[in-house]
Structures are given as C-alpha cells and as structure tokens.
C-alpha cells in the first residue's frame, strides 16, 4: 500500500505562489502515477494536474495550465505541485493521489490512494 501525506498549503494574496509537497512511504512509490486534485468544501474533488511513473509525461487541467507545473523526484519519494500566479478561484483543499493504473489520468476513479488534503487559500 501506499500512504501520501500533503504538506506546503497556506494564505497567500492573489499573485502569489506556493509549493505543494506530497509524501509517500512504500517501496513501490515509483510504480505508481501521481495527480494533484483540489476540492471545494461539500463538492466534487477536481483534476489539477498528474505525472507519469518516470516523470516524463505530464497532464494539466485547462484551469491551471501555465500556472501550475507538477513534478516528481523518485528518489525522494516526492512529488511536488509549484502554483505560480495564484487566483482566488484556485482556493480549495488540495489532495495528492496515486494511480497503480492509468486511463486517462484526469478521472478520480482512475487513483487509488489519496491524502489527507492541504488547505490553500488565496485572498483577493
């Protein structure tokens, strides 16, 4: 199994950035895909952004593209979400997600394992 715990969420102004962080204990954290998907509070969880097992390939909602990149360091078993350019509509608890199989990488059905979520709030 693999365990994920979200850490980096705050307040910040409009403008601003923050980096996301999502550990994951588990000796075959690199045999699974990652994804970033937020939720606001009583509704839906929604994709963010997902990353393939190596890296090389990654997948960005139309929402935050160009502001947000994800990356991963295997090495570390990290995988990071840098927000840059932050908007009030961003604001939502953020939840990190693995996926042992991959469709289409932007469906929640598709991850198997999730966080406990990090509160980001972006003031206007």
């Known amino acids: 199994q693999v365990q994920l715990v979200e850490s980096g969420g705050g307040l910040v102004q409009a403008g601003g950035s923050l980096r996301l962080s999502c550990a994951a204990s588990?000796?075959?954290?690199?045999?699974?895909?990652m994804g970033w998907f937020r939720q606001d509070p009583g509704k839906e969880r929604e994709f963010v952004a997902a990353?393939?097992?190596?890296?090389?390939?990654?997948y960005y909602a139309d929402s935050v593209k160009g502001r947000f990149t994800i990356s991963r360091d295997n090495a570390k078993n990290t995988v990071y979400l840098q927000m840059n350019s932050l908007k009030p509509e961003d604001t939502a608890v953020y939840y990190c997600?693995?996926?042992?199989?991959?469709?289409?990488?932007?469906?929640?059905?598709?991850?198997?394992?999730w966080g406990q979520g990090t509160q980001v709030t972006v003031s206007s």
């Open positions: 990353i393939s097992l190596s890296g090389g390939s990654t």
């Open positions: 588990g000796r075959t954290f690199s045999s699974y895909a």
């Open positions: 997600a693995a996926a042992a199989g991959i469709a289409t990488m932007t469906a929640q059905d598709e991850y198997d394992y």
